[in-house]
């Protein structure tokens, strides 16, 4: 008699039922043991990693190596491998080979750092007197009342008063000494050319308060006389300040901007210019009974003309 195979297992057991001695012969089942992968047989492609497989036969003396291919996604997350290949980013084009030709530009680093230096002058005396600063630019567009209550407060600030005017003859200095020297109206040196400018303007304003001082006091004048003093040292502490960025363009801007910047400037300095005489000839028809006309004819005498014969004898011995 033949049992009945159980399926719930891979390996059934088989009795054989045999009249030997009246005992069933029992075989037992064989077990297959599991195929061992060897890790050492590992080997790593850059495109698939490849696996080695060694199955063991029943016999145990053959051993089968089997190849199991295994594919790897191998695409370039990095941050230049996703760029690389952009529109932008031709590194794959041919290349584009420019010839220029070289540029001797002159060194400005001394002018650099000398006009940061009036730079912060300017704002040393901004933060050191804040309300003088504020003063100087409120006395040109006030009543004739708050007027005078601001000029006397002007006047009685004599240090910052004087730094005004350093900055001004600094400032104005550094104008003219750019201005020739861009426009090659001399030959020399520049930093020669601008202690020339300085020492112009400082001669030609510490003159004309000496001429104004001894005028008041020969006519006995003096209030006059030093309200337009007064007037023409105002104006030239704000033209101080005002040149001060036209410098700066001028220093570093290309030709174009240059030259928009200097009509500009000559522009503003005759309004400036006219404003200034049209306050001075008020505030000295105020007390002297003079025509219009006695006051352009002793503006033409006696401050365009010196100052026009002087800067053409500094500019012709500064050439010579």
């Known amino acids: ?19 030997v001695n009246d005992s069933p012969t029992i075989i037992k089942p064989i077990i297959k043991p599991k195929p061992q992968v060897d890790s050492s047989t590992i080997l790593i492609n850059t495109d698939s990693i490849i696996l ?10 053959s051993i089968t190596n089997v190849v199991i291919p295994v594919s790897i996604n191998t695409k370039d997350t990095s941050t230049f491998a996703a760029i690389i290949h952009h529109k932008y980013f031709p590194l ?17 680093d001394i002018l650099f750092y000398s006009l940061l230096i009036l730079v912060g002058f300017l704002a040393i005396i901004k933060l050191s007197f804040t309300k003088y600063f504020s003063n100087i630019f409120k006395q040109i567009f006030q009543y004739s009342h708050k007027q005078r209550q601001t000029q ?3 006047i009685q600030n004599n240090f910052p008063s ?6 001004f003859v600094l400032s104005g200095g550094m104008f003219i000494a750019l201005l020739a020297y861009n426009r090659h109206w001399v030959n020399t040196n520049f930093w020669l050319l601008l202690l020339y400018s300085c020492i112009l303007l400082a001669s030609i304003y510490l003159l ?10 020969v006519f006995n004048a003096k209030d006059t006389t030093d309200n337009y003093t007064f007037i023409v040292f105002l104006i030239n502490k704000i033209i101080g300040v005002i040149l001060i960025p036209i410098t700066i363009i001028i220093a570093f801007a290309t030709s174009k901007i ?10 503003l300095l005759i309004i400036i ?14 007390t002297i009974k003079v025509s219009s006309l006695r006051f352009f004819l002793y503006l033409c005498a006696v401050e365009i003309l010196p100052l026009t014969i002087l800067y053409k004898a500094v500019f012709n011995f500064i050439q010579g």
Do not use: C
């Open 1 to 19: 008699m033949f049992a009945q195979a159980d399926t719930a297992t891979i390996d059934t057991i088989k009795i054989h039922k045999r009249k």
């Open 52 to 61: 080695i497989d060694t199955s063991i036969t029943e016999n145990k003396d």
């Open 273 to 286: 210019f006219i404003y200034r005489y049209w306050l001075s000839y008020k505030a000295i028809r105020n």
């Open 208 to 217: 004309k308060f000496v001429f104004l001082s001894f005028f008041g006091w």
């Open 152 to 154: 006397e407060q002007i």
């Open 258 to 267: 240059v030259d928009a910047s200097i009509s500009i400037t000559f522009l």
């Open 92 to 108: 794959e084009n041919n290349k584009v080979f420019m010839i220029t030709k070289w540029q001797n530009l002159p060194n400005k």
């Open 162 to 167: 004087l730094l005004m005017n350093f900055l």
